[in-house]
């Protein structure tokens, strides 16, 4: 096959992935609370309960997330959001056994400006201020005030800015 014919095969499949990609976010934003403009979804990911979910504008969403909205998720605009996170707003009561027979929604806030890192979790209830930067692989179980930097598991304030 010459190099013209490969060329131009590759730049069909490549128009032909984006065209997919369009129509499968198209369809995919229609079943949220709310999904702003310039939102980038890089699939797969997992969204439960996305009637619950609001996501602001120019808002990226990488690969492997996970959101368990049942409990109200609200994402502010120009967040990031790296691969493998994981927001939850559903728990169970620890004092009620089983514990898979009593289910507890707690709303997730997350502010405008947040960079959420690699492989960390959002806890239910959990608000995250404006320019907030929670660190790779850290458990957010508080609050999280604006314009700073978490990290660690419990994460912990490492840096304030701004």
Not at 12 to 33: A, D, E, M, P, V
Request: with cysteine; hydrophobic share 40%; net charge positive.
């Amino acid at each position: 096959m010459d190099n013209w014919l490969v060329t131009k095969f590759k730049n069909q499949l490549i128009k032909l992935n984006q065209f997919l990609y369009s129509n499968k976010l198209k369809r995919f934003k229609k079943t949220f609370k709310y999904c702003g403009n310039d939102t980038f979804i890089q699939f797969p990911v997992r969204f439960e309960g996305p009637k619950n979910i609001s996501i602001g504008n120019n808002v990226s969403i990488n690969a492997f997330v996970h959101m368990w909205g049942h409990g109200t998720i609200n994402i502010g605009d120009d967040c990031l959001i790296a691969s493998h996170v994981s927001i939850n707003s559903v728990t169970h009561n620890p004092e009620v056994l089983p514990y898979k027979s009593n289910i507890v929604t707690k709303e997730v806030n997350i502010g405008k400006n947040v960079w959420i890192g690699s492989h960390s979790v959002i806890l239910p209830g959990v608000k995250i201020g404006d320019n907030a930067i929670i660190g790779a692989g850290a458990v957010v179980n508080k609050d999280v005030p604006a314009n700073v930097t978490v990290a660690g598991v419990p994460a912990k304030i490492i840096k304030s800015h701004k």
